[in-house]
């Protein structure tokens, strides 16, 4: 009935679900939480978002942003992994400069997401952040 936009549709939902299954199974520390363990910005795709629910969307409109991560939701979900596995916050700690920050997020986007998560102490540090929602919404012009 809707084509490749179901398709779509049906591959990224398949693989958050995935995604989100796993990390809960394997994530060492508390629940996920959407308004904490994702990203601020919205991933660009066919499908409009509202507080995490997907929706069918016509092309751009005139306030969305340009679709340069088109129908990337594996790509995303994969990074939320990474970050809830391998990532830790620091919230107290004074934040980074932009290079630090952009050599910090290449190096969790580089490890294996099906690895166990690491322990606490051996996480690659994202200093000045409580979350990775609120360093992506501050940094977005870095991730």
């Known amino acids: 009935m809707f084509g490749i936009w179901g398709k779509s549709f049906g591959v990224c939902l398949l693989t958050a679900a995935t995604a ?3 990390t809960r199974a394997s994530a060492p520390a508390s629940e996920f939480h959407f308004d904490r363990d994702t990203f601020a910005f919205q991933n660009a795709t066919v499908l409009k978002y509202h507080d995490g629910i997907a929706f069918f969307r016509p092309k751009a409109e005139v306030d969305d942003p340009a679709n340069k991560y088109t129908r ?11 970050f809830r596995k391998f990532a830790r916050f620091d919230p107290r700690a004074a934040p980074l ?3 630090q920050l952009a050599t910090r997020i290449r190096a969790v986007a580089h490890l ?4 166990e998560p690491t322990a606490d102490n051996q996480r690659i540090s994202f200093p000045g952040y409580a979350n990775l929602r609120e360093i992506s919404k501050a940094r977005a012009q870095v991730f």
């Open 20 to 22: 989100v299954a796993a």
């Open 112 to 115: 294996e997401p099906w690895r």
């Open 97 to 99: 400069s932009d290079q």
């Open 72 to 82: 990337r939701c594996f790509v995303m979900t994969r990074t939320v992994m990474q």
